[in-house]
């Protein structure tokens, strides 16, 4: 990024060189489902991930739904980027309307993680993270429902945040569940990531949900821990089908927090990580259920032709939304039905009551939660593509704090057999600057290395 500040490169330049390494490393990877050829910015180039509204760029949310949906507005993430001088370098691959672990739901086929290509990225934001990663984009922005963001940095190796629910705009973003939905970025470090995230967040009139943030975006320079109280939840660290050698990683990493002044301690999280996961499947699908009922063949994408128009719906939803889209839609619609909705959906959203205020108790004594963001490295793509149950797991560790609307960041603490092991930061509402500089500290002192060994040279 040096380059542009020192005047060694303008952004066209820069823009075309993304361009060139996307036209010769993507064929492999898959990370973008379409580039912009001109450059529109006079400042860094940024990759979107296709969730994102984009004025006259085809935005898909990796659905044969929306395919040759072309927005006539931008997002206002999309606006603010422009506004900064971005310049978009194109849309990044996604699981289908973001619901997903590993990309392979996407319907454009899935994105390869550039440590291994015959491992997944993770998921959704399984297109940005690897961009990032294999430097086909300096930063990206993803979307984050129960762990999109940070799930995919974890097993690529970067930096992702998930910010406080209702800091960053949703207003023009494919809606899949909106009371977890959030934007936010991916970067090759933490002060990468809290840059992005100072050009994207605060108020909007346009999303009645944002606020203005309670203070600006710091970014991070101290490379000690001092005075930050660090809680350990045991349930977290501990839970059935963390790998050895991500405890291992998260392990050491938390030995070394303590070194750089934290002080450390246990705490407990029980309920949140017995069902957040169990009330996640209920309030996702839920409120997909209830966005997705708005592609009917008559306002976006596709249509089928037939003889009438209930006929036409029936065909073209059959036709346009892949397997797990319409496992969510039958799901959410059931626990939504008349006689069901109190036992399910009601009672979803007490238990996610009990997991905000299990977080609040924990933040009385502690600044900062940490756990694995994943319990496993990258798995190997088809690895848990059949079996919708194993890869809800993946998210057993990002889901609680999503539930209760606080903000999360992955740092990449380490290798396990050869890959990137992330760790997961989690504050109270609003905490962003603390999570940046514990996030910088640790990773300032890890000196993890972003590229992939194979990509080094
Ligand atoms: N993997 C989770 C799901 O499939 C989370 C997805 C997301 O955060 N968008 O719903």
């Known amino acids: 990024?040096?380059?542009?500040?020192?005047?060694?490169?303008?952004?066209?330049?820069?823009?075309?060189?993304?361009?060139?390494?996307?036209?010769?490393?993507?064929?492999?990877?898959?990370?973008?489902?379409?580039?912009?050829?001109?450059?529109?910015?006079?400042?860094?180039?940024?990759?979107?991930?296709?969730?994102?509204?984009?004025?006259?760029?085809?935005?898909?949310?990796?659905?044969?739904?929306?395919?040759?949906?072309?927005?006539?507005?931008?997002?206002?993430?999309?606006?603010?980027?422009?506004?900064?001088?971005?310049?978009?370098?194109?849309?990044?691959?996604?699981?289908?309307?973001?619901?997903?672990?590993?990309?392979?739901?996407?319907?454009?086929?899935?994105?390869?993680?550039?440590?291994?290509?015959?491992?997944?990225?993770?998921?959704?934001?399984?297109?940005?993270?690897?961009?990032?990663?294999a430097g086909l984009a300096p930063w990206a922005l993803g979307s984050d429902t129960g762990g999109s963001i940070k799930q995919p940095s974890a097993l690529c190796g970067n930096v992702g945040l998930r910010p406080t629910y209702g800091t960053v705009s949703r207003y023009g973003i494919v809606a899949f569940a909106s009371s977890l939905d959030q934007i936010g970025p991916v970067a090759r470090n933490v002060r990468?990531?809290?840059?992005?995230?100072?050009?994207?967040?605060?108020?909007?009139?346009?999303?009645?949900?944002?606020?203005?943030?309670?203070?600006?975006?710091?970014?991070?320079?101290?490379?000690?821990?001092?005075?930050?109280?660090?809680?350990?939840?045991?349930?977290?660290?501990?839970?059935?089908?963390?790998?050895p050698g991500v405890a291992d990683a998260v392990a050491r990493t938390i030995d070394l927090a303590r070194e750089l002044g934290a002080e450390v301690g246990e705490c407990e999280l029980p309920r949140s990580v017995d069902y957040g996961l169990a009330c996640y499947y209920l309030i996702a699908p839920a409120e997909a259920s209830s966005n997705l009922a708005r592609y009917d063949g008559v306002r976006y994408g596709l249509r089928v032709g037939a003889e009438g128009y209930y006929e036409m719906v029936e065909r073209s939803r059959d036709a346009g939304f892949g397997d797990e889209p319409k496992r969510r839609i039958m799901l959410g619609t059931y626990a939504l039905s008349a006689g069901y909705y109190e036992a399910f959906y009601g009672q979803a959203q007490k238990v996610r009551t009990v997991i905000a205020r299990e977080h609040a108790a924990a933040f009385e004594r502690f600044d900062v939660l940490v756990s694995p963001t994943s319990p496993t490295v990258a798995f190997k793509l088809g690895e848990k593509a059949a079996n919708p149950l194993a890869m809800y797991l993946s998210d057993l560790l990002t889901i609680p704090s999503c539930m209760a609307g606080l903000p999360g960041l992955n740092v990449p603490c380490g290798l396990s057999e050869g890959l990137p092991v992330g760790l997961q930061l989690i504050g109270p509402q609003f905490s962003e600057n603390s999570l940046f500089a514990a996030g910088h500290a640790l990773e300032r002192a890890l000196g993890f290395d972003p590229v992939p060994e194979r990509l080094r040279s």
Do not use: Q
């Open 1 to 133: 990024m040096g380059l542009l500040e020192r005047g060694e490169a303008s952004a066209a330049e820069l823009h075309a060189a993304y361009l060139e390494a996307i036209a010769a490393r993507d064929g492999e990877l898959h990370c973008y489902l379409r580039t912009v050829a001109e450059p529109n910015g006079a400042g860094i180039p940024i990759a979107l991930k296709d969730v994102i509204s984009t004025k006259a760029i085809e935005t898909t949310a990796g659905s044969k739904i929306l395919a040759g949906y072309v927005p006539v507005f931008d997002s206002t993430v999309a606006a603010r980027c422009k506004a900064a001088g971005l310049s978009i370098l194109g849309k990044t691959n996604t699981d289908e309307f973001a619901m997903g672990s590993s990309t392979e739901n996407s319907a454009y086929g899935p994105t390869h993680n550039p440590w291994d290509p015959e491992r997944v990225p993770g998921g959704s934001g399984g297109g940005s993270a690897a961009a990032v990663t």
């Open 192 to 243: 990468d990531c809290a840059l992005l995230y100072s050009l994207i967040a605060g108020r909007d009139e346009c999303d009645s949900t944002t606020v203005e943030l309670p203070e600006p975006v710091r970014l991070p320079e101290r490379e000690d821990l001092r005075g930050i109280r660090i809680g350990v939840p045991k349930e977290m660290n501990e839970a059935e089908g963390i790998e």
